[in-house]
């Protein structure tokens, strides 16, 4: 499409250099486009200031806290997330599922406002709305969640999350897997299976 076409124009340049966050990004544009393999760098993220995401002691709760911070859209997970809640809670396996993040309405991917209050008052998650302060909501979970089928960069959440130190549980999409190692920082787990992200939680 129109895309590949400005991306080999680009490809032609001598002096073109292509950055890419993660290198599955890398790997594939590259092949779809026939760019040299020289010519890419790759940046493993845009960064944040650990400075203002300091490591924190994660605090013990008798019921664990699960923290899903995002744009709340379908691809970004938290579907998946309530299903494992669900099946969870009929092994009388329980944690609190927060859930901050900005409605975006006007997309077609968006969960509606009405559902996501439907799911607070059956107790599925706990919802708060749009927040200023992340660092506080990761300082006060266990863990933070963010199983996306969305192309995702690295994403900033969690980079925060393993700045703070908490444990991370990510789908194995776009560059979640390029900044999460299994058993080490986090676990990644197979992308849209519910069951499966119940399992390591």
């Not at 927040?131 to 933070?144: A, D, G, R």
Request: charged share 25%.
């Amino acid at each position: 499409a129109l895309t590949v076409l400005v991306y080999k124009y680009i490809a032609g340049n001598k002096r073109g250099v292509f950055i890419f966050e993660h290198d599955k990004d890398r790997r594939k544009i590259s092949r779809l486009v026939g760019i040299d393999y020289h010519k890419t760098i790759v940046i493993e993220g845009a960064g944040i200031n650990p400075d203002i995401y300091k490591f924190s002691i994660e605090k013990k709760h008798e019921i664990p806290i699960v923290l899903f911070a995002s744009r709340m859209l379908w691809s970004k997970g938290l579907g998946d997330l309530i299903e494992a809640k669900k099946i969870l809670r009929q092994k009388n396996i329980h944690f609190v599922l927060n859930v901050a993040g900005i409605l975006a309405e006007d997309d077609k991917d968006a969960i509606p406002l009405e559902l996501i209050h439907h799911w607070h008052n059956e107790g599925l998650i706990n919802w708060l709305g749009r927040s200023s302060n992340v660092y506080e909501l990761i300082q006060k979970s266990n863990i933070v969640a963010l199983p996306s089928i969305y192309p995702e960069g690295v994403p900033r959440l969690l980079l925060e999350a393993s700045s703070v130190g908490r444990a991370c549980i990510a789908y194995d999409t776009g560059g979640c897997d390029s900044l999460i190692i299994h058993n080490y920082n986090g676990l990644i787990v197979k992308s849209n299976s519910a069951q499966e992200l119940a399992v390591e939680l």
